[in-house]
C-alpha cells in the first residue's frame, strides 16, 4: 500500500477590486447643492422662478443629493456644489435665464 503524500492545501486570493462608475455599480460624486439668491433683485429672477416650479422635481429625481436654498440679500445668485472628494465648486448665475439654470 502506498501512502500519498502530505501536501498543503491551496488557497485562493479574493478579487479585490473596487467597481468603478459605469460598472457594476455607479457611486454619485455629488453630495450637496446650495442654491443662494436674494429676494429682490432683478437678476435673481430667474433663479427665483426655477426654485419655485423645477427644484422640487430635481430633488426628487435625485434622492442621494441633499438640496439647500438660502438668501443672500444684495448678493448675487449662486449654485454650490459640495462633490464626496471635498472638492467645492461655485457657479454664478448672473445674467442665466431659466432654462440655462436647470441646465447647470
Known sequence: MAIAPVT??????TLRSTPANGHV?????IRKLVFEYCDVRHSSGPVRDYLLKDVEALAKKNPHVEFVVKQRPQRQPVIRG???NGRTKEIGLNGFEKNAVSQK
Open 8 to 13: 498543503a492545501p491551496v488557497i485562493r486570493a
Open 25 to 29: 455599480s455607479f457611486v454619485p460624486q
Open 82 to 84: 459640495f462633490y464626496m
